[in-house]
């Protein structure tokens, strides 16, 4: 389990927000409104805002969390929570090692951050997640912070992975690491509705029927893809690339894995509308080698060793420090008022 977070994840996450009007309406009538920080807990009596909660939520969750869905909300916020205690224990302990960064070294960290996305997008960002550049600030602080307490105090005490660690995990552990069969095809799509009206269907059924007789006499596929295909793909002469089973619509897998390379299939039927699909290679399944894997090993193996000695380091600090939990019952069962 990992304790500290990336920051420059928010604003990767930023594309995956769709704002409908009516939100962004909401959110205007909430910038008018003065900002409430109510504590979810409070470490050592530095305190840990609801508002940490739900910017830490929303980052997990794309911004999709389904707050409807009682017993999952409150469970990620419990997960959440706990997660915030440990980071500030964490970084309660690297101020008394003094290892806090020094201004220079922040501004720094900031621009990195500022030059992913143009300066309009990095504003949006802050605002998707509840941010001004100063609390981004603080949080580019904790993180340097708790990250050089692990560096320090908590790497050194891990054992080093061996190759016999690899080896082993390999061995015990094959069936993680088969590339399975996979296909490289292209297609042509006539987009039709699946509850498009007869005469519809029956249209677009005519048109992929000629497209297939051109084929058959002939026609070059890529170029008959270029001119017909509804699909955007169509620009790239319909190439899908490799993909394995489990990618595509069901209907499409199967007529797909279903050819020989150069093989031309007939009319195939999605949710999407009619297809043709030529096959263009066949790759079969393979076991990776342990070669093609080993730092993959290494890096799991690594990552369980420092999780492993994090969690020991934690354990008993969580047990000297004063934990409080400070919000009421109708809160996320994570805030349940305790006292430790």
């Known amino acids: 389990m990992k304790y500290y977070i990336c920051l420059v994840f928010i604003f990767l996450l930023l594309p995956c927000f769709a704002y409908t009007e009516e939100q962004v309406n909401q ?16 470490v050592n009596g530095k305190p840990i805002f609801l508002s940490d909660v739900t910017r830490e939520l929303n ?8 707050r409807q869905d009682t017993a999952t909300y409150n469970m990620l916020s419990e997960q959440i929570l706990n997660s915030l205690i440990n980071q500030e224990i964490i970084y309660q302990a690297g101020q008394k090692e003094k290892l806090e960064p020094q201004k220079e070294e922040l501004d720094k960290e ?90 519809t269907k029956s249209s677009a059924k005519e048109k992929i029927q000629g497209i297939l007789d051109k084929l058959h006499n002939g026609g070059d596929f890529v170029e008959l893809a270029k001119e017909y295909s509804e699909c955007p793909t169509a620009k790239q002469g319909g190439d899908l690339d490799y993909f394995r089973r489990g990618v595509m619509v069901k209907p499409f897998e199967d007529a797909a894995f ?19 699909i030529k096959l263009e290679d066949k790759k079969a399944g393979r076991q990776l080698a342990i070669e093609e894997v080993e730092s993959k090993i290494e890096d799991a193996l690594s990552q369980k060793e420092m ?34």
């Open 27 to 42: 959110e205007k009538q909430e910038t008018t409104k003065t900002p409430v920080e109510i504590i979810a807990a409070e």
């Open 59 to 66: 980052m997990l969750t794309g911004g999709r969390v389904n």
């Open 110 to 199: 900031l621009e990195k951050v500022k030059s992913m996305q143009p300066p309009e997008q990095f504003q949006q960002a802050l605002k998707a997640f509840g941010l001004t550049e100063e609390k981004l600030i603080l949080l580019i602080k904790r993180n340097l912070t708790i990250r050089r307490f692990i560096e320090a105090k908590i790497q050194p005490t891990i054992k080093p992975i061996t190759e016999e660690d690899i080896l082993r995990y390999y061995e015990e552990n094959k069936g993680k690491y088969v590339e399975p069969e996979q296909v490289r095809a292209r297609h042509i799509l006539i987009k039709v509705s699946p509850d498009a009206d007869e005469q």
């Open 258 to 276: 279903a050819l020989q390379p150069n093989e031309v299939s007939d009319i195939v039927e999605t949710e999407f509308g009619y297809h043709i």
């Open 307 to 340: 999780d492993e000695a994090l969690g020991n380091w934690l354990k008993p600090e969580r047990e000297k420090a004063s934990i409080k939990f400070l919000l009421k019952d109708n809160q996320p069962s994570a805030t349940r008022s305790t006292e430790k």
